[in-house]
């Protein structure tokens, strides 16, 4: 009895500390969320639409912006796990006007449809890819770089290792934010848990909206799992000081992904082992990735380094996973010059990397 009593002390004491901590975060947002807005919401705008079809019949959904120039490089994003196409939201505002960017969602994520076969693989991912590289770019305008972010990443392995031919003649360069070459279960734990949580939010505000202001208690309840959930994201996804509009927009991309999709990628995921790609990888490669990613965390970038001793990585101090939202800036100005890299035989400016 006396350990029983130990150990229930224990538990209470630690939710105690728990629940005093995410109170004191739920009053530290408060005013924080108080946001103005400048230019367009985030992901609220749309490119020239177009579906394609992937080799297993899957509908693809893509989006294209910028000049209709024969001389405009290309890029071509590949969103993460439970994204869309609508997370590159600020590489399309500062880059639309100087080269044509090709987004898409990745099967079962966005307007896509799931796979025909019902079973995701990595295989598929990067046939898609390759379907996107195939159908949807101009072969006429050069080599064009791929920019993959945490399973877009992955999947532009994928398909460097299923399409090689197509690979090695189109894609010149390529830039990995916040990825792997080899996951485990524990990091994409960690994209489910987001999900799971974001899911209870949505159906606590479905019953909120029945029982509107009769039941206070469903209410408050909503407020803190509102409040919680926002927490959870920030901390799982994004760094501390994260804009709250960042959080916000990845909790809602997150919500708008199939739960099916995000359970039955999980698997996939976990067993994916892309080493032997990126080792026999010859393309122009830059890894980068936050320092307080908890997802995948600085480590996997530093193995992929090990792994294939060209490959580039550059660190971001004080960034979480959500690199293309949270340091755009950077991320843009690296994408601008591994552009610069590809077509043009001696690039002016240098980008400071740190190889390990």
């Not at 009593?5 to 630690?14: I, K, V």
């Not at 020239?48 to 297993?56: G, L, N, Y």
């Not at 830039?175 to 524990?186: I, M, P, Q, R």
């Not at 990628?265 to 990126?278: F, G, I, K, S």
Request: proline share 5%; charged share 20%; glycine share 10%.
């Amino acid at each position: 009895m006396a350990d029983r009593g130990r150990r229930a002390l224990t538990a209470a004491t630690t939710a105690a500390g728990v629940a005093a901590g995410y109170f004191g975060e739920r009053e530290a947002f408060r005013g924080r969320m108080q946001i103005v807005r400048h230019g367009p919401e985030l992901g609220d705008f749309a490119g020239e639409s177009r579906e394609i079809e992937a080799p297993d019949a899957t509908r693809i959904f893509v989006e294209t912006y910028g000049p209709d120039d024969p001389d405009a490089p290309q890029v071509v994003f590949v969103h993460g796990y439970t994204m869309s196409g609508r997370c590159w939201h600020e590489q399309v505002v500062a880059l639309r006007h100087r080269y044509r960017l090709i987004t898409y969602d990745q099967p079962g994520h966005g307007r896509s449809s799931p796979p025909r076969s019902g079973t995701f693989t990595i295989e598929l991912l990067g046939d898609a890819l390759g379907a996107v590289i195939e159908q949807a770019t101009d072969h006429t305008r050069g080599p064009l770089v791929v920019v993959g972010h945490s399973m877009g990443g992955m999947t532009a392995l994928a398909c460097a290792r299923r399409h090689g031919d197509l690979f090695r003649a189109r894609v010149g360069g390529l830039v990995l934010l916040s990825t792997t070459a080899k996951s485990g279960a524990e990091d994409v734990a960690m994209g489910l848990g987001v999900q799971l949580l974001a899911r209870a939010e949505r159906a606590i505000t479905a019953v909120a909206g029945v029982l509107g202001e009769r039941v206070r208690e469903v209410a408050r309840i909503y407020r803190a799992s509102s409040d919680l959930s926002f927490v959870l994201v920030r901390a799982v996804a994004l760094c501390r000081g994260a804009d709250p509009r960042y959080v916000d927009f990845t909790e809602q991309l997150v919500l708008d992904t199939d739960l099916r999709t995000a359970s039955q990628l999980l698997p996939v995921l976990a067993r994916m082992d892309e080493d032997h790609t990126l080792a026999t990888l010859d393309v122009p490669t830059l890894v980068v990735v936050g320092a307080r990613d908890r997802m995948t965390p600085v480590d996997h970038a530093r193995h992929m380094a090990e792994v294939n001793p060209d490959v580039d990585v550059v660190e971001l101090p004080g960034i979480g996973h959500m690199t293309p939202l949270e340091a755009h800036h950077v991320v843009n100005a690296l994408v601008v010059h591994m552009v610069g890299a590809v077509h043009s035989p001696a690039p002016s400016a240098e980008v400071a990397t740190s190889r390990t």
